[in-house]
């Protein structure tokens, strides 16, 4: 039997995060990668309520918590700061959610992209903007529900890995709380290459998912297992690994055990699988161009 | 060494001269020059600090404070509405207590539209934390760079150090720039706080109760009270180093006056030959140059304008619903003085229309003839 | 330059807000007061095997490639693996956790190679029964058993067995290409090397049975079932029509076979051993005749798959009415039947349907459609109900220190539940002997919902361990473990077998065996994966210090969430009990 390795934790007990919160889990996976040395740029997310209030933090290593929009060129001034110190191998991470990453934040991050500047950047996704109660935002998918999308949202998620793809960085992925072991390859060998590194984190949230507070992990699974949220990666915004073949569970094993779903119409839910299936494809053909290009 | 210069590229020259570890910024019409001064240094090895050409003024000023939390020399340059779009950063700089130093230009806000001098843009900025000077022309810019960066570092606050668009940044005067020697020396190494350290992790910037907020404020406030020590200082400093310095107040022909004149930056320049020429036509009247703005300095006014019995305050600005906000901020200093002076406010320049010798001599005229001083600014005009 | 006059403003420590503190301070665990019960329990195979054999742990074993403690582990419950994992009806299988995903561990597969690779010897439980010798009387599965147990408990045994050679239907029953001989004297030696004798040729009858009774603690009494039960229809005494217990015992009458038509009367396995030993015997049609349908069929579905490999025919939904012909068969007339709503033993009653009878021309029939116990003790001895030696739930009959089980008792009539039957025998008569009551332990052994139970759960207690209790994590945490279908179990083909009457089922390599039992999950037994701790977004789970022990939740930060249960594959962390 495979047994997981003993994490070394970075973050303190103690935090502020809803119980069974899928953020927080990933957040503290992410920290068990990264290690002591690092600087870790917070804003305004779930991330930041999780990391806890005056005098107390949980993130355990020097840390900032800045503006909602802009994680990105906050952590790239750090880093160009201590590189100018001579403190180049203290690698600097920002966490921000996808309101931060996919909205308001997405011009910073596009330019900090775009200037390749040396920061690991990672959007814990829970799909609304939670912390602030669960307001749509461009990371809901169609027909999801929440507090300012009551009758379904009627927009599509944004494609964020294909825009940061388009950029042409060194290094994005996908990675979910439910692959641990994936996950920290992911973490580390974003800190071994240097550049804009963007890690799509999908993090289930109980509250606003209407889920039960022991299913963030399992839901996790099954976004992966259907391929609503494949784990692959893109190297220099070209090349595509898929990393995971999962077994192509139908998207209702997913969608059935959310409260957030549980308007959808069967035609819905077809459209819905219509579209990952599509996705998919569009995916595993990008993928196999990848392994032919590189012969 | 002496050139004949811009004022833009005054700054450059000031700048790299201080060697800022890290420089954000964005391009913006009447900034521009500076910008790619800058870059063109950086690129050539001239300045060894790292510019980031952000893509926007809002991400320029986060990168900075960042920058300047981590413990760097950072710098950067805007105007207007990339002044405008920093604003949130802004008080994050400032409530985070950056040493981050800024060239602004003072250039018309849209809207609607306009690309001249106007000082509405960074007066707009006034309660956000920084501190403000207002400069004269090419050289006092140029010298207010270096001395700000010692001022921001000793204080714990930024400053913003203020040149107007056309008049300073885009005309040639003759400027002195010192050698690097000689700013190396009244300018050591930044020994700025090292926020982000490894063996004394900590997260700055959490949330904070009201209490607290309230507590930190009040040290903000006492910091800025402490600002006008350090600045006084500073200048006399470099007056010693260098040859040049500025006071905190400048007034002349106050003795016998019957109004003095009040003005900022370049139509104090204009102003000094209106009231030569006043003078020499027997006009009693003084002219009192106001150029550091935050932190205020109340008692080096009154000490300047206690006893005048009639001010008129001309500048290139409107708070929209009162008045010119130097001439609101004149009057507040004064409110408390035993026989407060009357004070008229003039508005003139505007969207950067001209300011005159002739122009500002009618100021004078007018205001001397008042009877009765209006509480609202007195419209000018000028001419395009 | 001023000297700094007012430190706070300036103090770059007191200026700005910088947490420094960690998060540790704040009791998150006092936001609820529900916790996670670290418990371990038995797995759906032990609890379903009449056995309660340690399946997991035997896999476990064996996953590692140690196939000496994955033998020694399936000896702690039984003494014949060898046998159970050739000839078992697997229920164990049928429960596996992993049947619905990726499909049933090859559980019996597994437990043969544990015999096969494997070497241990039985463990001694106590030598508390030293002084309370026990005759056993009957050395089939059940009698076997017993003895095993008894042994381990320190009981002299004692085994009767009336035939030449010990193993009763292992060896006069179960024909060899399913179960070889060497392989039932090589497991049965491991019952005398603990000590038990053995006495062949040696019937024990009502007096005997007295006389035992009077010089020992207790006997357990198993003469099986292979009485043969006639049908009763007209020409079963014809030359020809042989019972199904007589075929399977004689290799002249299986010579006879040779070159004929053969029918087979009969469902069970019986029927199927008989046909396919007639068709070895180089019958050149063998058809099975059976009153119900396929589906109803009382024969392991193993069997009939493979008989139906073999090319033996089957005739269902047919009775037989009469055996036709002078002196020798030479047809059977069968009587069409049909399914009648009305149930029989909880199963639907077939009977005579409309249509004409049909003939079928045989050279020779074979009776196996039911075996009794020999009528030797029906006298009175002790209590008898409808055919079988009535006992209570602990294998007591009616005349005291009398126990009996297997076939003769009221069981289902297989190797591993003559088996269990021997195994309750041996505790309740060890019980008994040493003066203790079988309702006081019953909650610590069963397994389930129980009759199986633990021997070792008697004598050796384990913390934290619930065997009333049964891992069954559901459909999503088993969907997170990694899927592999079963290794294909490797048989010699259908014809081959037929032509050589070799053993049939071939079993796993080693290196098959242990890609099959690290299929196994370990269900119910905490195998230290630390999924518990990766997954809990608190750090709240403590590991053990060292391997084997129990991993515990931080109260104090525990928000009780259930994400460990959750992710756990083995069922043993469970959700929420409010402490």
Same mark, same amino acid.
């Given at each position: 039997?495979n047994a997981l390795l003993?994490p070394?934790?970075?973050m ?5 995060s809803?119980?069974g ?7 503290r ?10 600087v ?5 997310s779930?991330?930041?309520v ?10 355990? %290593?020097? !840390?900032?918590?800045?503006a ?7 952590? @790239?001034g750090?880093?160009?700061? *201590?590189i ?11 966490f ?7 909205d308001i934040?997405l ?11 040396d920061i ?5 996704d ?6 602030t ?9 169609e027909f999801?529900w929440?507090g300012?999308?009551?009758s ?8 964020i890995?294909?825009?940061m793809?388009a950029?042409?960085m060194?290094y ?10 994936d996950?920290?390859r992911?973490?580390k ?8 590194r963007?890690?799509h %984190?999908? !993090? ?11 299913? @963030?992990?399992?839901v996790?699974? *099954? ?5 609503i949220?494949?784990l692959y ?21 997913y969608?059935e055990?959310q ?6 119409k069967p035609?819905q ?12 494809e ?5 993928a196999?161009?990848?392994?032919v290009?590189?012969? | 060494?002496?050139k004949?210069?811009?004022g ?7 700048v790299?001269l201080c060697r ?7 391009p ?13 240094w950086?690129?050539?090895g001239k ?7 952000t893509?926007?003024?809002?991400s320029?000023?986060?990168?900075c404070?960042a920058?300047?939390l981590?413990?760097?020399r950072?710098?950067t ?5 990339g ?6 950063m802004?008080?994050?700089?400032s409530g985070?207590?950056?040493g ?5 230009v003072?250039?018309?806000?849209a809207a ?5 001098s ?7 900025q ?7 000077v ?5 050289q006092e ?5 270096i ?5 921001a ?8 150090v ?7 940044s885009?005309f040639?005067?003759p400027?002195?720039i010192p050698s690097?020697k000689d700013?190396d020396?009244f300018?050591?190494a930044?020994a700025?706080?090292?926020r982000f350290?490894?063996e ?23 910091a ?16 010693k180093a260098?040859?040049r ?14 109004l003095v004149l009040?003005?900022t930056?370049?139509i ?5 030959v ?19 703005f935050r932190p205020?300095?109340v008692?080096a006014?009154k ?11 001309l500048e ?10 130097f001439?609101s ?5 004064l409110i408390?003085?035993t ?6 406010g003039y ?6 229309t001209?300011?005159d010798?002739?122009?500002?001599k ?7 003839a008042?009877?009765?001083f209006s ?9 395009a | ?6 430190p ?13 503190e ?6 998150t ?5 529900v916790?996670?019960?670290?418990s ?5 195979c032990?609890?379903?095997?009449p ?5 997991s ?18 000896l702690e419950e ?14 164990c ?5 992993r049947?619905e995903?990726?499909?049933?561990l090859?559980?019996?597969?597994l437990?043969?190679?544990a015999?096969?690779?494997?070497n ?9 029964g030293?002084n ?6 009957g050395?089939g599965?059940a ?8 042994a381990?408990m320190?009981h002299?045994?004692t085994?009767?067995?009336s035939?030449?050679i010990?193993?009763?239907l292992?060896?006069?029953?179960i024909?060899?290409f399913r ?7 090589k497991?049965?030696?491991r019952?005398?090397?603990l000590?038990v ?6 019937t024990?009858d ?5 006389k035992?009774l009077q ?15 006639p049908?009763?229809?007209?020409g079963?005494l ?12 004689s ?5 006879k076979a ?7 009367v ?7 051993d008989?046909a396919?030993t007639?068709?070895r ?11 119900r349908?396929?589906n109803?069929?009382?024969a392991f ?19 037989p009415?009469?055996?036709?012909g002078?002196?020798?068969v030479?047809a ?17 009653r ?5 249509k004409e009878?049909?003939?079928?021309a045989?050279d ?6 039911g ?5 030797l003790f029906?006298?009175?001895?002790f209590?008898?109900r ?12 009616s005349?005291p220190?009398?126990y009996?089980?297997g076939?003769?008792s ?14 309750r025998a ?7 002997s040493?003066n203790r009551?079988?309702h006081e332990?019953?909650s ?14 008697f004598f050796?207690a384990?913390?934290r ?13 088993l969907?997170?473990?990694p899927q592999?279908?079963p ?9 081959r077998?037929v032509?050589?009457?070799?053993e049939?089922?071939r ?6 065996a242990?890609q ?16 518990c ?11 053990p210090?060292?391997?084997g022990?129990?991993?515990l ?8 969430c259930?994400?460990c ?9 469970e ?5």
């Amino acid at each position: 039997m495979n047994a997981l390795l003993r994490p070394t934790e970075i973050m303190s007990p103690g935090q502020m995060s809803c119980p069974g919160c899928g953020l927080a889990l990933g957040m503290r996976q992410v920290m068990r990668a990264m290690g002591r040395r690092c600087v870790v740029v917070v804003v305004p997310s779930c991330v930041a309520v999780t990391t806890g209030p005056f005098p107390n933090y949980t993130l355990g %290593v020097p !840390a900032f918590h800045s503006a909602f929009e802009i994680a990105a060129p906050t952590a @790239a001034g750090i880093r160009n700061a *201590l590189i100018q110190q001579g403190q180049a191998d203290i690698p600097v991470l920002a966490f921000a959610g996808d309101g931060g990453t996919f909205d308001i934040g997405l011009q910073s991050l596009s330019g900090c992209a775009d200037r390749n500047e040396d920061i690991i950047y990672v959007c814990m996704d829970n799909e609304a903007y939670m912390n602030t109660g669960i307001q749509v935002s461009s990371a809901t998918p169609e027909f999801t529900w929440t507090g300012t999308s009551p009758s379904g949202n009627t927009r599509r998620k944004k494609k964020i890995m294909e825009i940061m793809a388009a950029h042409r960085m060194p290094y994005a992925a996908t990675a979910s709380p439910a692959f641990p072991e994936d996950l920290e390859r992911k973490i580390k060998k974003a800190k071994s290459i240097r550049g804009t590194r963007f890690i799509h %984190v999908l !993090a289930p949230c109980t509250t606003g998912w209407k889920i039960r507070e022991d299913m @963030a992990v399992k839901v996790a699974m *099954l976004s992966v297992e259907t391929n609503i949220f494949p784990l692959y990666e893109i190297e220099d915004g070209l090349k595509y690994t898929i990393n995971y073949r999962s077994r192509r569970l139908p998207v209702e094993r997913y969608l059935e055990v959310q409260g957030r779903y549980r308007h959808l119409k069967p035609e819905q839910t077809v459209l819905i699988q219509n579209e990952v299936d599509r996705s998919w494809e569009e995916l595993s053909a990008r993928a196999e161009r990848s392994v032919v290009s590189d012969a | 060494m002496r050139k004949f210069i811009t004022g833009n590229t005054a700054v450059a020259e000031a700048v790299r001269l201080c060697r800022p570890d890290i420089i954000a910024a964005y391009p913006i019409t009447p900034q521009t020059p500076i910008y790619e001064k800058l870059s063109d240094w950086e690129d050539s090895g001239k300045i060894k600090g790292k510019m980031m050409r952000t893509e926007s003024e809002h991400s320029a000023m986060a990168a900075c404070l960042a920058a300047s939390l981590t413990g760097v020399r950072t710098f950067t340059a805007t105007s207007s509405q990339g002044l405008a779009l920093m604003h949130e950063m802004l008080h994050f700089a400032s409530g985070l207590r950056t040493g981050v130093v800024m060239a602004a230009v003072n250039r018309t806000l849209a809207a609607p539209w306009a690309f001249w001098s106007d000082q509405t843009d960074t007066l707009s900025q006034r309660d956000t934390g920084w501190m403000q000077v207002y400069c004269e022309d090419n050289q006092e810019t140029a010298d207010m760079i270096i001395q700000a960066f010692k001022i921001a570092e000793t204080v714990l606050l930024p400053m913003m150090v203020i040149l107007e668009a056309n008049f300073i940044s885009h005309f040639m005067e003759p400027v002195d720039i010192p050698s690097q020697k000689d700013v190396d020396a009244f300018l050591p190494a930044v020994a700025l706080p090292r926020r982000f350290d490894l063996e004394n992790p900590g997260y700055v910037s959490p949330t904070v109760t009201q209490k607290q907020f309230e507590a930190y404020r009040r040290r903000t406030s006492d910091a800025m009270t402490h600002a006008l020590a350090v600045i006084a200082d500073v200048d006399e400093a470099f007056g010693k180093a260098f040859g040049r310095s500025y006071g905190i107040v400048e007034i002349t022909g106050a003795e016998d006056a019957e109004l003095v004149l009040v003005t900022t930056a370049t139509i104090t320049s204009t102003a000094r030959v209106a009231v030569k020429e006043l003078r020499e036509e027997g006009v009693k009247v003084g002219l009192c140059k106001l150029r550091l703005f935050r932190p205020f300095p109340v008692q080096a006014v009154k000490e300047a304008l206690k006893n005048i019995p009639k001010i008129a305050v001309l500048e290139r600005n409107i708070s929209q619903g009162r008045e010119g906000i130097f001439c609101s901020e004149l009057k507040s200093a004064l409110i408390n003085c035993t026989r407060p002076p009357q004070v008229q406010g003039y508005l003139a320049g505007i969207g950067g229309t001209n300011v005159d010798p002739p122009l500002i001599k009618k100021v004078v005229h007018h205001a001397l003839a008042l009877k009765t001083f209006s509480d609202g600014p007195v419209w000018m005009g000028g001419d395009a | 330059m001023p000297e700094i006059t007012c430190p706070d403003c300036l103090d770059p420590e007191q200026v700005i807000p910088i947490s420094r503190e960690s998060t540790a301070v704040f009791k998150t665990g006092s936001w609820s007061s529900v916790r996670p019960q670290f418990s371990e329990k038995i797995s759906p195979c032990r609890a379903a095997c009449p056995l309660g054999n340690n399946i997991s742990a035997a896999l476990r074993a064996a996953a590692n490639g140690d196939f000496d403690a994955a033998l020694a582990a399936f000896l702690e419950e039984t003494p014949l693996p060898g046998i159970c994992g050739r000839v078992c009806y697997h229920p164990c299988q049928d429960d596996c956790n992993r049947k619905e995903t990726d499909g049933e561990l090859q559980i019996r597969a597994l437990e043969r190679a544990a015999s096969d690779y494997g070497n241990a010897a039985p463990q001694l439980l106590t030598d508390a029964g030293r002084n309370s010798p026990v005759a056993v009387v009957g050395s089939g599965p059940a009698g076997l058993s017993c003895a095993y147990h008894l042994a381990r408990m320190g009981h002299p045994v004692t085994v009767y067995e009336s035939a030449e050679i010990p193993g009763g239907l292992l060896v006069r029953g179960i024909p060899s290409f399913r179960l070889p001989e060497k392989i039932v004297t090589k497991e049965l030696s491991r019952i005398w090397d603990l000590g038990v004798t053995l006495k062949t040729g040696t019937t024990i009858d009502p007096a005997g049975l007295k006389k035992l009774l009077q010089v020992h603690r207790a006997v357990f009494l198993a003469p099986g079932a292979d009485a043969h039960q006639p049908l009763k229809v007209p020409g079963e005494l014809l030359a020809g029509v042989v019972p199904g217990i007589d075929f399977l015992r004689s290799t002249s009458l299986q010579q006879k076979a040779k070159g004929i038509n053969v029918a087979v009367v009969g469902g069970g396995n019986s029927a199927m051993d008989a046909a396919r030993t007639a068709l070895r015997a180089g019958a050149i049609r063998v058809t099975v005749l059976y009153r119900r349908t396929l589906n109803e069929m009382p024969a392991f579905a193993d069997e009939v798959k493979e008989a139906e490999a073999e090319g033996i025919r089957f005739k269902t939904l047919v009775a037989p009415m009469a055996f036709l012909g002078k002196e020798r068969v030479k047809a059977v007339r069968l009587m069409p039947m049909k399914m009648s709503a009305i149930e029989e033993d909880g199963r639907l009653r077939p009977i005579p349907s409309e249509k004409e009878p049909i003939e079928l021309a045989c050279d020779m029939a074979v009776i196996a459609a039911g075996q009794q116990p020999a009528g030797l003790f029906m006298d009175g001895l002790f209590r008898w109900r409808s055919g079988r030696v009535e006992v209570d739930a602990w294998h007591r009959t009616s005349r005291p220190g009398l126990y009996a089980g297997g076939d003769a008792s009221p069981a289902r009539a297989s190797v591993v539940d003559a088996m269990a039957t021997g195994k309750r025998a041996a505790l309740s008569i060890h019980l008994a002997s040493v003066n203790r009551r079988v309702h006081e332990i019953e909650s610590a052994v069963t397994l389930g919902k129980g009759p199986a139970f633990s021997l070792t759960a008697f004598f050796h207690a384990q913390e934290r361990w619930r065997p009333d209790q049964v891992a069954r994590p559901d459909g999503i945490t088993l969907a997170m473990a990694p899927q592999h279908p079963p290794q294909p179990l490797p048989h010699i083909d259908a014809c081959r077998a037929v032509q050589t009457g070799e053993e049939v089922a071939r079993g796993y390599s080693t290196e098959a065996a242990i890609q099959e039992a690290q299929r196994c999950l370990v269900c119910g037994t905490c195998v230290g994966c630390n999924r518990c701790l990766v997954f809990c977004p608190e750090g709240a789970v403590i590991p053990p210090d060292d391997a084997g022990g129990l991993y515990l939740y931080r109260d104090e930060y525990c928000k009780g969430c259930g994400l460990c249960a959750s992710v756990c594959l083995r069922g043993v962390m469970e959700p929420g009990g409010v402490e």
